[in-house]
């Protein structure tokens, strides 16, 4: 059997509230479910600096902290500082939580700050990056980076480098496979792993049972661009005149910013067909309504890049789904736990027949919900804390000979 | 799913089949839990017919694992298919959790646990 360090003190560079540093809250369920485990015996934070009149608080549930504000937002000397103040402190190990613009909105301080693991690792300290996104992933225009190719390229070359030097930690962690399966091919890292983000908190049990009145299929986004809805309209015209008189159909949600105009002309071009609702714009507030009246969240959509957050919605009020036999997606929805009836896109008769395969089978519909809330209840934090304790307990044990 | 439980020379042995994940690790759970309550724990999980693993079964062996270890017992597993050993590579739990080709080398590790400490 494998005997590990069981009284580790661990050093965890992160922003964490009242930081409005991204990723804080993040920081804040991380540091709360590390802080709730035996293991640890003590656990130091190494935080941004915070105003005078702000402070950093920890109740005394869970193993003590002592906080460090050692860097700042936008500084150029974070990493140096980051190091001496883990001299100071001699952890076991040490934890960042990291995007690449933690340390800085200047691509200078950004990238410096990022060194940091580095040279930690250089110190002798067991060193584990926790990362939420990959340079290869982030579209520099969409995120304000880069306003040329020029310049997106430069920071592509940027990015490079400093994705090597982050990959000089003992152990980067990655919240998604494909991020993993990037780094390997493109760095050759073989120090990389897969941790799932985890869940902050687990959303209450739906009910699955349907309110009285109309079957209503459901379709949440901004539609226009990959997402249509004709031919989920003519869907809901077939089932209407064929067996299914008390389908509605509800299209909730407004344009994409890319098709202005594209709901209100296909409502008009379908004017003609019963039971369909525009709801437009949906408020935050109106979004449990919305989804709790429905007996069926349909995806109607002609490409995808990978999972989807409306299925992740749906399946948290427990819903079926009807999503496109597209590419990968029918794997990676079953890789993440849903469960979902597939048509061929293109295809409203396709459609048709994957709704009313839902429809028609109370027993199913409510099995397929099920096992779509348990799927986007994910794995709690906590869990994911003791993954880390494990990799953290592996490294020590490595250095330690 | 769950498919077995058996207990053999003082180890209780786990067989799981099919798709290990959300759904199915509540029974895993509920056993694990009452086995970690006898010190102590001495656990196999035989998941040579699980062709899926997910977040969720792994955590579930990764608490099961932590428990018998603080109780100075161990979670041990045999048996993994190349789809599931990917998932444990992936993750680097395979690093963390014992893991062996088949029954008799897991079962075996316990008495080689026993010497070692002895």
New interface residues.
């Given amino acids: 059997?494998?005997s590990?360090k069981d009284e580790l003190r661990v050093a965890v560079v992160t922003t964490h509230p009242p930081s409005m540093g991204t990723l804080n809250e993040y920081g804040f369920h991380f540091v709360k479910a590390l802080r709730q485990k035996?293991e640890v015996k003590e656990l130091i934070l190494l935080v941004e600096e915070l105003p005078d009149n702000q402070q950093y608080n920890f109740d005394d549930g869970g193993a003590p902290v002592s906080i460090r504000q050692c860097w700042r937002f936008n500084a150029l000397n974070n990493a140096t500082r980051i190091l001496s103040a883990v001299r100071q402190v001699k952890p076991d190990v040490v934890l960042f939580n990291l995007q690449f613009a933690t340390f800085g909105s200047g691509k200078a301080a950004a990238a410096i700050g990022l060194t940091a693991p580095a040279l930690v690792k250089a110190a002798g300290y067991p060193t584990v990056v926790l990362l939420h996104n990959i340079m290869e992933t982030v579209d520099l225009d969409s995120a304000g980076f880069a306003n040329s190719r020029l310049m997106s390229g430069l920071i592509r070359a940027f990015g490079n480098v400093t994705t090597r030097l982050l990959l000089r930690a003992d152990?980067v962690a990655l919240t998604i496979?494909k991020y993993?399966e990037i780094l390997e091919r493109k760095y050759g890292a073989e120090n990389v792993?897969?941790?799932?983000h985890g869940t902050f908190e687990t959303p209450p049990m739906p009910e699955f049972e349907l309110p009285e009145g109309p079957m209503r299929i459901m379709t949440f986004g901004k539609f226009g661009t990959y997402k249509k809805v004709e031919e989920l309209i003519e869907a809901t015209d077939m089932l209407r005149s064929n067996g299914h008189p008390n389908v509605e159909l509800v299209v909730a949600g407004s344009d994409s910013p890319n098709t202005p105009g594209y709901l209100e002309n296909t409502a008009q071009a379908y004017e003609d067909v019963g039971g369909v609702t525009f709801t437009g714009y949906v408020p935050e507030e109106e979004v449990p309504r919305i989804f709790e009246e429905s007996a069926v969240v349909v995806f109607p959509y002609t490409s995808t890049t990978g999972s989807s957050g409306v299925l992740h919605q749906a399946g948290s009020y427990g819903k079926a789904v009807v999503l496109p036999n597209i590419g990968d997606l029918s794997e990676l929805i079953t890789?993440?736990?849903y469960a979902g009836e597939f048509f061929e896109p293109g295809s409203a008769v396709s459609l048709r027949e994957a709704i009313a395969r839902v429809l028609d089978d109370p027993e199913r519909r409510v099995q397929m919900g099920r096992?779509n809330y348990?799927?986007s209840?994910?794995?709690p934090i906590a869990?994911?804390v003791?993954?880390y304790l494990?990799?953290m307990?592996?490294l020590i044990k490595d250095k330690e000979g | 799913m769950v498919i077995g439980e058996m207990k053999l020379e003082g180890i209780d042995i786990l067989t799981l089949e099919g798709r290990f994940?959300?759904?199915t690790v509540p029974a895993a759970s509920k056993w694990l839990e009452e086995v970690t309550a006898k010190l102590p724990p001495q656990i196999v999980v035989n998941m040579e017919d699980v062709n899926f693993v997910?977040?969720?079964g792994?955590?579930t062996l990764?608490?099961g694992m932590?428990r018998s270890?603080?109780l100075d017992g161990?979670l041990v597993i045999f048996g993994l298919q190349q789809p599931v050993k990917i998932i444990f590579e992936?993750?680097?739990?395979d690093?963390?959790i014992?893991i062996f080709d088949n029954e008799d080398d897991a079962v075996a590790?316990f008495s080689q646990?026993y010497v070692?400490v002895n």
């Fill in positions: 059997m494998k590990l035996p152990l496979p993993v792993i897969l941790a799932p890789e993440e736990g096992q348990l799927a209840c994910g794995l869990d994911v003791d993954w494990l990799h307990q592996e | 994940d959300a759904h997910d977040s969720a792994l955590a990764v608490k932590k270890r603080e161990n992936l993750t680097r739990l690093k963390a014992d590790s646990a070692d």
